[in-house]
């Protein structure tokens, strides 16, 4: 074999590399869009799922402040009630 065909054979060769690599890159650019497309997906159902999780506690947070009142008043009734009622109280 001389240079020239020597040269042939190895300028095909790079040429059969470059075809390979393109194909190979372009089937895992295929994939990588296929998964950037499912995780696009899935920060859209948990952007959903995050604003009506924030919109039931936006609802239910003036409520939860009306229930820590009522407990504050329930535990002053009680300890006003079992001071009242404690043996201490009567004895003293």
Do not use: Y
Request: with cysteine.
């Amino acid at each position: 074999m001389d240079e020239t065909g020597f040269a042939f054979w190895l300028t095909l060769t790079g040429t059969l590399c470059w075809v390979v690599c393109f194909w190979w890159m372009h089937r895992i650019s295929t994939k990588q869009n296929a998964l950037l497309d499912q995780l696009h997906a899935q920060g859209k159902r948990i952007e959903k799922l995050s604003k009506l999780e924030h919109d039931l506690i936006k609802e239910v947070h003036p409520q939860v402040g009306e229930i820590k009142e009522g407990m504050d008043a329930m535990v002053a009734a009680v300890k006003e009630n079992t001071e009242s009622n404690s043996p201490l109280s009567k004895n003293g």
